[in-house]
């Protein structure tokens, strides 16, 4: 007969983990190995005191299922006179001092949520016993011992385990019920402040009753409602997140208009009566009263957030039907034009939001902040810790204050190093995880992070980190889109399970989630593809001679993004640092492809054992109904074998582009014909390879999304016609801008610049005063001239562009270009070409007849831009398209002595 604990609870003597060592002292077991009798199921004894049955009613369904047999379950102490030799499984409570409520501090987060396994028994008298402090500790627990039931049944009776996790604060992008069946103890609720608040202080009132703001947000707070009311029911912490500034867009229509925002000085009259066109101003006091009654009122009435995450980074709110509109209160560039807000400092400007947020947040509302250091820059507050250090010298106060940072220096990216700014000490730090990496396919295709993550928490080690926040999806801009969130799993698994053990091997991780989800006899071999899936996808995603010396923002130039294909001027710098290794460039594709074939051999050595199960637990679709949560093997094997099909064609489209390119480039700038021969050949290969991604992927069963041509296409016509017309005159250009194009009324306008070529005046441009200069070097990429990095702003403006060449003799040529957008033309002072057109820049769109003066020509560009860049294709050849022998371009230098010279004579006449 089993021998039963007396009813009443072990009453904590001193608080921390020593509530592990006490129920190791008290549970009387037998830790010895002994067989699996044939006779299954037994009893589960559950707490009478329960407050979340939902939870427990899916954890003891998980428990049962993985245990097998049929179970009995009771609440509370039972007689257990008539289970002689059942098994029993028991749930139970050690009272601890602990502090009513969530609010707690993070140590006694860590200690609650901690819980002891311990094993006794022996043949069909086998005992397993979960102690945990609290509710939440006895869930995980449960949901843990299901887990290794599943991955082994023989060894789970004689499991003695003590778990307690190593951060206190544990995020998880995913539903409540999967959050804390992973072991999270906070999930975000999916809202911002701007639009769960009426402003009520407001007068007059920014949304009043009745009107569709009004029941906008009512809607929005009722659905909210709803969602916490769910982490409530699974004992989970509520986190709101947000970018800054962000309001209804009625704001901007009230009448505080003018006291909270700044006129954006690309601002027109339609503009204006859409509500676009304004900006929030940093500077204005009023946008500060908003801002804080925002945050007072959700707080108050919404009692059940815990956290309030912030970030000021970035900000994706835009167009003229978004509810909500904003702006961040450090963005770069052209996004901040009042001289009040340009007068502030970009540490200062993170400070005093930090600091006002913190004062309602933490100080007037009880609760706990965590701010996001993320931005676009690679010296900032996210990863320079001289800055972060300057940003926390101008905060009074810190206590109840998180950052939360990536643990890259910059985005996730591989070949980046650590962000250097969490070893700064201090202060407490969360760092961030990503399960499903937005630039490297989505889970569309087997990609195991868990040597990085293993070697991050080494890097963790003695750091102020209290808290993980794993992003078990979401990120990025685009697709592609799974069919099946197979291979997103074993990442999610692996972040889990390290966020309670930092010491777990990366080949055990990936075995046991290979075992949960293929079987054991599978396991070992879907673990190796697993451990070998991410040097595929490094190998053809990116560029290893340069990636591995760029790594300030994008190590692979973004020539993929999400799931969009760039197109050359992504692959222009890659090419330009490694013209002389592009063979090397080419071979590491090859060996990407050689890893997705192992990896399907892999597959197939597995896939007899795998498709001879009929039905596979998912316990990843628990939001399901459990008749809903399985598989057959032969549709799993079918999942894994499209998945590394569908990577590998991908792979071959790829690589037949970058070798395209590249050899396309080495052939115009050496005429070597076996470089033109090798271009031919990838150009035919990618158009296969292309053609069978397109029309062949899209008919497999549990295929994702397909990546999308984004300049792909247009780049390979641009490579053909450079076979043909290898011309390439590098061309010294100077520029002057930015002019008013608004309303598109620069093409028609005569600005001064077309007027007189005087290098040395100064002009009234849309801004401010505007000079002539040399156009930077990284403007100049390959033949194509990028006008839009020279400028502020870069949108809806008219600029020049001026250069000179040298011909040996009067000809008629042919003048190709390609532009983006409207342009206008004049060779020698007459105008030859305009085209008041809107479009991207290709070579050779436009060509032109002309005629070349012997000695020096002077080339004049009038360029007006939309948006989303611009700039310009140019090119001469003869009437038949080949080279004009004997084309030299002019220096910077001689250019502005020419013109120079050349004004002042005009001045003399």
Known sequence: MLTLFRSHNVRMICPGVLVILIASAMVVCVQTAAQDSAKTGGLILIPAE???????????????????????????????????????????????????????????K??????????????????????????????????????????????????????????????????????????????????????????KDA???????????????????????????????????????????????????????????????????????????????????????FYRMKYREVLKDFPQLDYVMLRLGEHRTAGKDAAYVGNSVYALGSNLYCDDCRSISYEERIARTIRETYNVVVRDSGRRYIHRTWDLRTDGFNNNPAVFRSVLARLPDTQGLIFSSKYTFGDFWEYFDFNPTIAVEHVPRMVEFQCTREYEGKGAFPNF??????????????????????????????????????????????????????????????????????GSEAAPVIARLLLRSDDAVRHWRYFGRYSSKHKNWTPAELWVRDDKIRGDLALYPIYRECRHVIDELIEEKDLALKEIEMMRH?????????????????????????????????????????????????????????????????????????????????????????????????????AASLYTDDGMIATIEKLRYYLEHPVRLDLSWWIIGPFDNRQKQGFDAVYLPEQELDLSAEYQGLTGKVRWRSLPAECVIDDFIAMDPAFTPDDWITMYAVTQFHAPQAQEAELRVGSDDAIKIWLNGELVHQNNVYRAAKPGDDVIRVQLRRGTNTLLIKLMEGILGCGFYVQ??????????????????????????????????
């Not at 009771?74 to 002689?84: L, P, Q, S, T």
């Not at 597995?606 to 039905?615: F, I, P």
């Open 50 to 108: 329960r407050t979340a049955p939902q939870a427990w009613r899916i954890m003891l369904e998980e428990v049962e299922r993985a245990f097998g047999g049929e179970w009995e379950s009771a609440e509370g102490r039972i007689a257990a006179a008539d289970k002689v030799g059942a098994r029993l499984i028991e749930f139970r409570y050690l009272e601890t001092e602990t502090s009513a409520g969530k609010s707690r501090s993070f140590r006694e």
């Open 110 to 199: 860590q200690r609650i949520d901690a819980y002891v396994i311990r094993s006794g028994g022996s043949g069909d008298e086998k005992h397993l016993r979960v102690f945990a402090a609290q509710e939440q500790g006895l869930l995980y627990g449960g949901f843990y011992l299901a887990e290794r039931a599943r991955i082994d049944p023989q060894q789970v009776w004689v499991l003695n385990v003590t778990r307690v996790p190593a951060y206190s604060v544990r995020l998880a992008s995913d539903s409540p019920m999967n959050a804390l069946r992973l072991g999270y103890n906070t999930v975000f609720a999916d809202a911002t402040p701007a639009s769960l608040a009426f402003f």
């Open 203 to 289: 007068k007059p009132a920014i949304l009043p009753p009745g009107s569709m703001g009004f029941e906008r947000t009512l809607r929005n707070r009722e659905w909210f409602t709803a969602e916490l009311r769910e982490h409530d029911a699974y004992l989970l912490d509520s986190c709101i997140v947000t970018d800054e500034f962000l309001f209804p867009r009625e704001l901007i229509f009230s009448p505080y208009r003018a006291e909270v925002t700044e006129r954006d000085f690309q601002e027109s009259e339609l503009d204006s009566r859409l509500g676009l066109g304004r900006i929030f101003c940093f500077a204005k006091e009023r946008l500060w009263q």
């Open 449 to 518: 992070l868990g040597e990085e993550f293993v070697a991050t928490y080494q890097y963790l080690k003695g750091k102020p980190v209290i808290g993980i926040w794993n992003w078990h999806h979401g990120g990025g801009q685009g697709g592609p889109v799974v069919a099946n969130d197979l291979w997103n799993q074993a990442n999610i698994y692996a972040a889990a399970h390290l966020m309670w053990d930092p010491h777990i091997s990366a080949e055990t991780l990936a075995t046991e989630w290979a075992t949960l989800y293929f």
């Open 602 to 702: 892999l597959l197939r050595f597995a896939k007899l054992s795998v498709c001879a199960r009929e039905q596979i637990y998912l316990p990843w679709l628990g939001n399901q109904p459990p008749a809903e949560r399985f598989i057959s093997g032969s549709d799993l094997c079918a999942v894994a074998e499209t998945s590394l099909q569908y990577e590998y064609v991908l792979a071959s489209v790829l690589r037949n582009y970058a070798a395209s390119y590249f050899y396309t480039q080495s052939y115009r700038d050496t005429a070597n014909p076996a470089m033109k021969e090798r271009a031919a050949t990838a150009l035919a290969a990618w158009q296969d390879s292309w053609t069978s991604y397109t029309t062949t992927i899209p008919q497999l069963p549990f």
């Open 876 to 909: 001469f050849t003869t009437p038949d398209g080949a080279e004009i022998i004997g084309l030299k371009p002019i220096t910077h230098d001689a250019i502005f002595r020419t013109l120079i010279s050349e004004v002042a004579c005009s001045q003399n006449l």
